[in-house]
């Protein structure tokens, strides 16, 4: 397992992706435990990019439940609809918010957050069986770019 990410620091948001996600492969390969690699993903995801936030809730019942996570603290748990993570469940859809207080029902785990993007992660059945969150203190910080590498990052998370 290498000790340090080399990511270009200067350079545009497409080149860190398609930098980092080599090796969030390598870094996960040949370790089973689901915790353990979600942390590095979360880990190496927010050093990239220095975003506020970035984590996984997991479905249990009617409820999101907090997985693994880099930055302040956050909401333990969401219900179905509520708020980004619980709209994104709900409709099983990536939600881009481009300014999280023009976002009806959006509930403000840290005040700092600006903007967002949300992606389902489904099983093998359809249904959503967690959430990926990333929050920044930038509007407008997320765009297509995001959500076409955090799908590829999603695609790994689905081999864990």
């Known amino acids: 397992m ?28 040949g370790e089973p435990d689901l915790i353990a690699n ?21 479905v249990k019942g009617d409820e999101l439940v907090l997985g693994p996570f880099q930055g302040p603290i956050a909401c333990t748990r969401i219900q179905l609809g509520r708020g980004v993570s619980g709209s994104a469940w709900n409709k099983k859809e990536v939600i881009i ?11 403000i785990c840290n005040s700092a957050s600006k903007s967002e993007i949300v992606l389902p992660i489904m ?25 076409k590498y955090l799908s590829e990052i999603i695609a790994i998370i689905k081999t864990l």
Do not use: C, R
């Open 97 to 107: 918010v481009p300014n999280v207080d023009e976002f009806p029902d959006h509930i």
């Open 123 to 147: 099983n093998i059945n359809s249904d959503v069986s967690a959430i990926l969150d990333a929050d920044s203190d930038q509007l407008n910080d997320f765009d297509e770019v995001d959500k």
């Open 38 to 58: 979600l942390s590095n993903i979360m880990s190496a995801l927010k050093w990239t990019f220095g975003w506020l936030w970035i984590g996984i809730y997991f």
């Open 2 to 29: 290498a000790e340090e990410l080399i990511v270009t620091e200067n350079t545009t948001k497409v080149k860190k992706y398609e930098e980092l996600i080599p090796q969030i492969k390598a870094l996960v390969e």
